[in-house]
């Protein structure tokens, strides 16, 4: 529910000429991811089983790797190669650095 949201607030913003909703998805949930490793590591130190289901399992289902394949592979099939390589690109890169902000913000806001 979170992921559609999320993703058609991002579409009615930006038009659906690109795959907004999945790359805002994708990169909120990298950021997500950081920085809950770090709260529940150094904070809350919850069981590895808890934190797999809130990352697995919650964050599992708001990202989605599928719909940024399917989404890469219909640039692909309409011959729209650069937006296909635009979305690997940018979908990869940014959910690197938003995994690593996420990691950033959680030390700063939560490591003794």
Do not use: C
């Not at 394949?69 to 938003?98: C, H, P, R, W």
């Amino acid at each position: 529910m979170a992921r559609f949201l999320v993703s058609n607030q991002m579409y009615t913003w930006l038009g659906r000429d690109f795959a907004w909703g999945t790359l805002t998805v994708n990169v909120l949930g990298a950021f997500i991811i950081g920085l809950l490793t770090i709260l529940m590591i150094d904070k809350v130190q919850l069981s590895v089983e808890m934190r797999s289901f809130l990352i697995v399992g919650f964050l599992g289902a708001f990202t989605t790797f599928s719909t940024f394949s399917f989404e890469t592979y219909s640039f692909l099939q309409t011959g729209d190669v650069t937006k296909a390589m635009i979305n690997i690109v940018v979908s990869v890169l940014s959910g690197l650095v938003a995994v690593w902000l996420g990691i950033l913000a959680g030390k700063h806001f939560f490591s003794p």
